[in-house]
């Protein structure tokens, strides 16, 4: 009977453990470390990154653009494919900004022979507006160009033979392209990023520089020390109901 008295204080500290270290709520949505063109979501605040999509139609309206449901080093264009990059700052998928302009791949890769054992992509690569641009530094202008790449070549393997120098940071998530921007990585910018993400077709308009907000968690430390933090918590609640159990035993005795 004195045994049990000990033993049920630390059976209840180790069920509470699990909710000491459940996952931060700035961490990544299921599914995100596969597209590893985006960043990762938070309700807190925006990212600033280089959103990937493709081209559903043929008129290369804007409209016809889908956000990608896979990263650029899985997905595999057929020849004929239309797809787009744009640099942006936005809080999730719903609200990421649309590369501008038209992208029709008549215009782009007409003037590209087809050979056999390649295929033909075209790519819309808008580095956005100096709104959403880092601290310091000016988008270049949006451009469209033709990639010939091989049969099996993905997305990413065509935009490293018509963008370089590009950027990916250690969790291969892209972070540029034509080496812009020169620094940062999906970092989180706090503040919203709605209103800005799709802006009508123009030229870069100046505002006031998000840049200048906190830039935070850039590489997921702070999500780390939340989830260290929920450990430690947890490990000291089950010592000290075991404690007191010990203590409220020997005095019984």
């Not at 960043?39 to 990154?49: E, F, K, L, T, W």
């Not at 008549?106 to 601290?135: F, M, N, V, W």
Request: charged share 25%.
């Amino acid at each position: 009977m004195r045994g049990r008295a000990w033993r049920l204080p630390a059976v209840i500290g180790l069920a509470l453990l699990p909710a000491a270290v459940q996952t931060p709520a700035g961490a990544a949505e299921p599914g995100a470390a596969e597209t590893r063109a985006t960043a990762r979501v938070s309700d807190s605040g925006s990212y600033r990154y280089w959103a990937f999509w493709e081209q559903n139609g043929k008129s290369g309206d804007r409209d016809e653009w889908s956000y990608a449901t896979q990263g650029p080093s899985v997905l595999r264009p057929e020849d004929g494919a239309v797809i787009g990059f744009r640099f942006a700052l936005s809080e999730n998928s719903q609200d990421a900004g649309k590369p501008r302009g038209r992208a029709e791949f008549a215009d782009i890769c007409g003037g590209t022979d087809a050979e056999q054992g390649s295929k033909r992509i075209a790519l819309s690569i808008d580095p956005g507006t100096r709104a959403h641009a880092p601290r310091g530094e000016t988008p270049p202008e949006p451009r469209t160009v033709c990639a010939r790449v091989a049969d099996d070549a993905t997305a990413a393997d065509a935009l490293a033979q018509v963008a370089k120098p590009l950027r990916y940071n250690s969790a291969a998530l892209l972070c540029a392209i034509d080496g812009y921007p020169e620094r940062g990585c999906g970092e989180q910018i706090s503040g919203s990023g709605k209103g800005g993400g799709n802006e009508a077709d123009g030229s870069n308009a100046a505002g006031k520089d998000p840049g200048k907000g906190e830039d935070t968690d850039e590489d997921g430390s702070g999500a780390a020390f939340g989830s260290a933090t929920g450990v430690a918590a947890g490990i000291a609640a089950v010592a000290a109901l075991s404690l007191a159990a010990a203590r409220r035993a020997r005095r019984r005795r």
